[in-house]
Each structure stands twice: as C-alpha cells, then as structure tokens.
C-alpha cells in the first residue's frame, strides 16, 4: 500500500500540467507589482530581473576566492617558498554545491512547473542565505563539515531552484527569439562570479571572515526577493507571430494547418506587450508530453553533450586562482582580476553564444564550442608547462567563454526541442549533467590531483597533466555524441525505413540514413520531401496513426 502511494506520488510529481492561475491572479498580473495598479507589467522587465537573480546565484563561481582564506582560517597550513600550501579541502565545497545544485534544479523542476517562477525564487533565497549562515557557523566552528552542509548542501539547494526559476518564464514570453532569451536569463550568472570576486576580496580584509558570509547572505536573499516579484508566466493562449509556449522548433507553419488547429483568440491581459491576436493551439502530433520529452533518445544524447561542454570550464574555474599563483608564481591580486575576466567571458559567452544560436543553430553552436574546446584543452598543458602565460590566459578564457555559451544555448535548444512548456522540467533535468561534472568530476579532478602532486609537488608545471587529458576524452566523446543529435523536425518526426537505426544530416543539408543490414544510403532531396509532404498530408487526414512511427521520441 505504502509503496502503491509512493509510486503515485513520484508519476503525479513528473506530470507536469502547468501553473493553475484564477482569473482574478491574472488580472493582477497586467501590474509590474501584482495587483498594485500603478506601473503595467512589460515583459522585457524579466531581463534585469532574471539578470539580478542569477548574479547572486552566479556568486558561487567567485568561491575559488574563499579556498586560502578559509583554509588558512581553519588550519593554518604552512608557507613554502613564499606561496600558502593548498590543501585542496575548501574546494570540496563547491564540488559539493554544484552536485545539489544539479539535483534540486532536477528534482524540482515539476514544482517550479506547477507553482510559478516567484515561489521558486523565495525558496531559492531562503535556502542560499540559510546556507551563508551556516557557513559563517562553520567558519567560526572551524568546522569543515559543517561549511559542507551548510553551503554545500543547504546552499547548493537554494542555488539550484534559484538558477532555473528565472530561466522558464523567459522561455514562455519570448517564443519568438528563445536564444537571446535564455542567454540574457543565465548571463548575470557570469557577471555574479566577476562582482562576488572584488566584493568578496573586499569584504575579507575589513570584516572577520563568519562576517563575510553574514553580509553576503543578506544582501543575496533581498537581491533575489526583490526580483523575483517581478517574474510570471504568460497568459493562458500568449503567443508571438504564432508561436506559443507548447510550439517546438519546425512546427509553427505545420501547426496553422486548417486540419490541425483549434483557433481561439487571446485575452489581452497580464501582458503581453502587443495587441490581442489570432492564435493556433498546436495539435498533439507536434507537442511532447514532459514523459516522452525526458525518455526520448535525444534528451539523454544532449544530457551527454551538455556535460562535455561543461567539464572544462567548471573544473578549470574552480582553480583557475591556484594555478595562477602556484603555477606561474602570480599574484593573489592577479589570481582574483584572472577570476573576474574568467567570469567576463563566461557572461560574455552566454549572452552572445546564444544570440548567435537564433540564426545558426543551437547544435551548430554545441558542436563548435565543443571543437574549440578540445583544442585549447589539449594545448593547455604546453602552455603551462613552457610558461606561456598569455597562451594559458587565451586558453581558459576560451574555455570560460563557451562554457557559458553552453549555459546560455541549453534552455532555448530544449524549448525548441520539446516546447518552452516543459523547459522548468526539462531544464532542471540537463542540469544533472552539471551534478555530474560537480561530483564526479570534481572528485576524480581532486583525487588526480593529490596523486600527482603527491608525486610531482604541488608546484609542477606538470601536476595537472593527467587532468587535462581525461577531460579532454571527455570533451572528444561529447563532440561525437552532438553530430547525431537530432534537432531537424523532418529527422525527428519522419518515419524510419525498415532496418533503419541512425540518420543525421550532412554539410549542405542531406539526410543521411544507417541500417542494420545495408551500407549508408544519402537520401535525394526529392525523395525526402515526397515523404514528409505524404506523411504531413497524412496527418490532414487523420490517418497517421496508420503510420509506422508518429512520436516525436522516436529512435535515431
């Protein structure tokens, strides 16, 4: 019986059926602040908001700042030819942050689906500040466990349902440009890490260090309340040029189809920002449910992608400011501007990546970030070892850059694959990947480490060498992986041959399909679109359920 309910929780907990609103709610809406009939509510007031948000969130990349200072606090650990001894236990902290991170951001993007953007930004801060608190605690203690629960833990909860509260309702009010949508959503998480970087620094030299957490903590919490009053969703039926929240990427023409809409007319309330219009309720053949979206073939390979686009960056900025010092024998003054311009490319990379994207192609962009990649990993080790310091700058600033152009790109290429209503979902979900990378990424990075400078010493040139490497395998594989992702709506929803296993599409637009018992056949231009326009005309005549395959999760 227990397990019966149990059971039914978790299936009614991953149905997502949107965020119920009474008439009355939406009509409050219509005003900047709820049901204050001062200010209209425009919906481009969401890009400071969201900017805002996700800069305090985005504060958790400045932590390299914290690992001497609390380590030194802690243990007082000794000074070898001038430089600090790092013992590598702080940084387990944002390893620990990210995992919860990842996995609240997963587990409670149903919630966020049901409950709205502003509860999911209140519960953010509150847990984030819960988490400074703890950690000032922990300080003060000079308990390392108690800075792992406190921030890691506790924090990285807050983090990860403050990082995507933002996100899905940006992807609901603007359907007609997803890309700079979501890269203006995820942007300020850069400029967080830039601004919490000289704050932080500031912060440490005139207050005790439990202090610093105290002060951050406040100021984040009413940061974050402050704007999060502002973020909602849609209106029930908003639309822009005829795309809604429920449209994927290739389907708006085929949704206005006489034989596959149902017309109604919006209501011009809470806002939107152009006059009330015609619109098209897509039809159930071009929609995913969030069940089919997070079992289909391609939400795992862009899982795998997404996480070889971020291992990098991630695990290089959480050292960027050891290597720095340790490496090149900078200074800490310098190790803190390297961090900052780190966090200016990645704010630069998500807001410009996924700008880019709306022309180019979320994928094209993937399989180009991941490419750059692989190179200036693979040349990393070269410039650490010969001193090349500029090249070694050229390097991770390259890699911060489309790390965040991966954060940027990620939301809008899952609302064009399955809808912009199962982005908080779906969104929270990939982000798993960043768990992922967090945890078991950040452990083997660390346990590498400890070997090799156990080894080497701490001060090689050489002592991140076999770190490079695996992450560069990583970054390899993931690269394969996007080549067969696929984003066309022709590759998704028309049926396979007999014996078909794979398909993708070749430079100049060729639909290429792989067998099980024959060679690679290119399929003639001609011949595809006689199979699409037969299938879509198939669907006019309520006859595709005649088809071999009509879900839009089919294999390959």
């Not at 690992?67 to 001038?82: C, F, H």
């Not at 930004?121 to 000032?136: I, Q, R, W």
């Not at 490079?468 to 396979?496: E, H, M, Q």
């Amino acid at each position: 019986m227990m397990a019966a309910r149990v059971k039914e929780a978790i299936v009614a907990h991953w149905t997502t059926h949107g965020m119920e609103r009474s008439q009355r709610q939406i009509e409050r809406e219509r005003w900047l602040i709820p049901g204050v009939p001062v200010v209209p509510f425009s919906r481009y007031v969401l890009f400071p908001a969201a900017f805002l948000i996700q800069m305090c969130i985005g504060s958790l990349y400045a932590w390299s700042g914290f690992n001497t200072a609390i380590e030194r606090y802690l243990y007082d650990p000794p000074i070898v030819n001038g430089t600090l001894v790092d013992l590598n236990i702080a940084p387990v902290t944002f390893y620990i942050a990210v995992a919860f991170l990842g996995l609240t951001a997963a587990i409670l993007g149903p919630w966020l689906e049901r409950n709205g953007p502003l509860k999911g930004v209140l519960l953010g801060a509150t847990l984030f500040t819960l988490g400074n608190l703890g950690t000032a605690l922990g300080v003060y203690l000079k308990s390392i466990a108690v800075i792992y629960i406190s921030y890691g833990v506790v924090g990285g909860m807050g983090l990860g349902i403050g990082y995507i509260s933002p996100v899905s309702p940006l992807q609901k009010w603007f359907p007609d440009c997803r890309g700079i949508a979501a890269g203006f959503a995820v942007c300020g998480f850069g400029g967080g890490s830039i601004v919490a970087s000289y704050v932080q620094k500031a912060l440490i030299r005139v207050l005790p260090l439990p202090m610093v957490f105290v002060t951050l903590g406040v100021a984040y919490f009413t940061i974050m309340v402050v704007s999060g009053v502002t973020l909602r969703i849609p209106p029930p039926g908003y639309t822009v040029d005829g795309v809604g929240v429920q449209s994927i990427k290739g389907a708006e023409e085929l949704e206005r189809k006489p034989n596959l809409q149902v017309i109604a007319i919006e209501r011009n309330s809470a806002a939107t920002d152009d006059p009330a219009r015609q619109q098209t309720q897509p039809s159930g053949h071009w929609t995913m449910t969030l069940s089919e979206a997070l079992f289909s073939r391609e939400f795992l390979l862009i899982e795998l992608m997404f996480l070889g686009n971020i291992i990098a960056g991630l695990l290089v900025i959480s050292k960027i400011q050891t290597i720095a010092t340790a490496q090149f024998g900078r200074s800490a003054d310098e190790a803190v501007t390297v961090n900052a311009i780190l966090g200016g490319c990645n704010l630069g990379g998500r807001l410009i990546v996924s700008t880019i994207s709306d022309r180019v192609g979320r994928k094209t962009m993937f399989i180009v970030m991941l490419a750059s990649q692989a190179i200036f990993v693979g040349i990393l080790p070269i410039t650490i070892s010969n001193q090349y310091y500029a090249a070694f700058l050229t390097c991770v600033f390259g890699v911060a850059f489309m790390y965040g152009g991966g954060f940027g790109t990620i939301p809008a290429l899952l609302a064009d694959q399955f809808s912009a209503q199962n982005t908080g979902a779906t969104h929270g979900m990939v982000l798993t990947a960043w768990a992922t990378a967090g945890v078991i990424g950040g452990l083997t990075f660390a346990a590498v480490f400890d070997a090799e400078s156990a080894r080497l010493g701490v001060k090689s040139l050489h002592v991140y060498d076999a770190n490079f490497r695996w992450i560069l395998a990583v970054i390899v594989l993931s690269l394969i992986v996007s080549a067969v992702i696929l984003t066309n709506i022709r590759d998704r929803k028309l049926p396979y041959d007999p014996n078909e296993v794979l398909r993708l599409r070749i430079p100049g637009g060729r639909l290429v399909r792989f067998y099980s018992n024959a060679w690679p056949r290119i399929v003639p231009k001609a011949e595809e679109d006689k199979q699409w326009n037969a299938w879509v005309s198939s669907l006019h005549q309520g006859k595709a359920g005649q088809l071999p395959i009509v879900h839009v999760n089919i294999e390959g």
